[in-house]
């Protein structure tokens, strides 16, 4: 069971600094204002690499939180009841 506990924890960590990084740069308007929360850049002024670092945000953001549900509720959950039902049968 730890590997699954590091396996989640580095797809949080990933997932997490990943959306910090890029929250960063686009969501942060000033150091006294909002940070990490505020408004995108309108789309008009958009660049394609703009619109990609904002598309892989909302990735590394999701990839955190299935990552770690994943490794820390989903594959545990499946291995217990893979166990619950191989002694039921036997």
């Given at each position: 069971?730890?590997?699954?506990?590091?396996?989640?924890?580095?797809?949080?960590?990933?997932?997490?600094?990943?959306?910090?990084?890029?929250?960063?740069?686009?969501?942060?308007?000033?150091?006294?204002?909002?940070?990490?929360?505020?408004?995108?850049p309108p789309?008009?002024?958009?660049?394609?690499?703009?619109?990609?670092?904002?598309?892989?945000?909302?990735?590394?953001?999701?990839?955190?939180?299935?990552?770690?549900?994943?490794?820390?509720?989903?594959?545990?959950?499946?291995?217990?009841?893979?166990?619950?039902?191989?002694?039921?049968s036997a």
């Amino acid at each position: 069971m730890a590997d699954e506990f590091m396996k989640g924890f580095g797809a949080l960590m990933v997932g997490g600094l990943g959306w910090m990084t890029i929250a960063g740069w686009y969501r942060t308007p000033s150091f006294e204002g909002a940070q990490l929360i505020g408004e995108l850049p309108p789309v008009e002024s958009r660049t394609v690499f703009d619109s990609i670092a904002i598309a892989l945000m909302d990735v590394f953001f999701w990839f955190a939180v299935f990552g770690a549900l994943t490794f820390w509720v989903v594959i545990p959950a499946i291995s217990q009841a893979r166990d619950y039902l191989d002694d039921r049968s036997a």
